[in-house]
């Protein structure tokens, strides 16, 4: 009986320790994201930001950086072929940026020239290390770095492939998966244009 209680009350310290562990590494990781402005970025060599309520314009952000080898180019040409299809007005009330993942080669001005070549309304931006993984995890962008042996490039950075429509605040209004259809990114813009109007 001793034995068992003495278990127990082993288990309840280790637990209790444990949750007091990963509540203090998440408190300690808020605020350490809280002290990085991931909203400002650098387009060219403007300084944006992509949180401002003053721009009541919907944000269709993509992620990834200017060296990948296919799936970046097919998913901007892909919001390029949506933005093409869509009327001045609703263009008007529509965002649409490249954020970099690797902002080590991707400055403001790279960025901005290779969204560039997709559609003129693009807006290819980069930012610190930090303020760009702050902003990956913010909307739940898996990458990684993957070292290439005997490559020029040296190496890839692996992501996920969405479009993420945001308010004005950042607040997450909805995100199209990887697509080869134009439409499903046009239909959202126009959806969520139009809401953001009747609010």
């Known amino acids: 009986m001793k034995l068992k209680i003495l278990v127990l009350a082993t288990a309840l ?16 990781e808020h605020v350490a994201s809280s002290n990085v402005n991931m909203g400002l970025l650098q387009s060219g060599q ?3 930001n992509l ?5 009541e314009r919907v944000r269709v952000v993509y992620f990834g950086y200017t060296h990948c080898p296919d799936v970046c180019p097919t998913s901007l040409a892909i919001l390029s072929a949506a933005l093409k299809s869509l009327p001045d007005d609703t263009l008007d009330k529509v965002r649409p940026v490249f954020v970099t993942l690797d902002p080590k080669r991707d400055d403001g001005d ?11 309304r693009i807006e290819g931006s980069s930012g610190t290390e930090d303020a760009i993984d702050a902003l990956a995890k913010k909307y739940g962008v898996l990458y990684q770095i993957t070292e290439l042996e005997d490559s020029a490039m040296e190496y890839a950075v692996d992501h996920s492939s969405y479009f ?7 607040n997450l209004l909805e995100k199209v998966p990887h697509t ?10 126009s959806r969520l244009t139009t809401n953001m109007q009747t609010q």
């Open 46 to 48: 403007d300084t944006i």
């Open 51 to 55: 949180f401002d309520n003053a721009d």
């Open 180 to 189: 080869l259809n134009p439409n499903m990114v046009s239909d959202a813009i």
């Open 110 to 120: 790279a960025a901005q020239e290779y969204a560039g070549y997709f559609h003129p």
């Open 13 to 28: 310290i280790a637990g209790l320790g444990a949750r007091y562990f990963i509540e203090q590494n998440a408190t300690d």
């Open 164 to 170: 993420y429509f945001l308010a004005p605040n950042g």
